[in-house]
């Protein structure tokens, strides 16, 4: 099945700076791979998606790329604020299955 | 509007006891999901169903059962609770139905944390 490894599990940066959490994937023929956001005491919530026709997808602050060759996607988040600070989960689907793999979670700090 | 609402919040069971984790959502969604959430392993999917009266295993579905009640509830229970399954678990649902349904947004209840001493 489907592995996801997701790189750094912690990371600390200072405000208005830019963070970059990266994951690989191991299953070629996975096609969605959504980013979660984690605040302390709530469940995950989507803050942006690719799908494995687009390499980039930019949403205000945030973007993510995806390299199907090389098999890993990256989150990417500038002009960093404090309410960015939570825990980022990657993930990544097949269209035929049910079974989305998430990565292990990075914990981003911003520093007021 | 709620969304995904799980209950209990919190659980603190003994060994081998029994309980049932409540999940209800109120977005039509067809396919709804039960997720723990472990230190350093992210989520991992116990089970899921893809559409009503449908259920099927996930990653890690020993030392669970679930049952979709109707199109708005999915419950999670544990009949013989282990430490092992000390967790916080999630329950998620999704507007697809049927194979890749979670090739799509995911909507996250606030979670229920277990302890089974």
């Known amino acids: 099945g489907e592995n996801v490894e997701q790189h750094p599990s912690t990371l600390s940066v200072q405000e208005g700076d830019s963070a970059v959490i990266k994951c690989t994937y191991s299953d070629s023929a996975s096609n969605y791979f959504p980013w979660y956001k984690q605040e302390l005491g709530k469940g995950p919530q989507l803050i942006i998606d690719i799908r494995s026709n687009v390499g980039e997808k930019k949403d205000q602050r945030i973007a993510v790329t995806l390299n199907k060759t090389a098999k890993h996607f990256s989150l990417h988040i500038t002009e960093t604020q404090p309410e960015d600070s939570a825990v980022y989960f990657c993930a990544a689907s097949h269209y035929n299955n049910n079974d989305m793999r998430f990565g292990a979670g990075t914990r981003l700090t911003v520093k007021p | 509007n709620a969304g995904v609402t799980q209950t209990p919040k919190f659980q603190v069971l003994k060994t081998g006891q029994s309980m049932t984790l409540q999940c209800a959502q109120d977005?039509?969604?067809?396919?709804m999901y039960w997720y723990r959430q472990d230190p350093g392993m992210g989520l991992r999917l116990i089970y899921y169903s893809a559409s009503e009266g449908t259920t099927d295993k996930g990653e890690v579905p020993n030392g669970y059962n679930v049952s979709r009640l109707n199109k708005r509830e999915f419950s999670l229970r544990l009949e013989s609770a282990a430490p092992s399954q000390t967790s916080v678990y999630f329950c998620?649902?999704?507007?697809?139905?049927?194979?890749?349904?979670?090739?799509?947004?995911?909507?996250f209840g606030s979670g229920t944390q277990l302890s089974v001493l």
């Open positions: 977005m039509n969604h067809n396919s």
């Open positions: 998620a649902s999704s507007e697809r139905s049927g194979a890749g349904a979670t090739n799509e947004k995911l909507f």
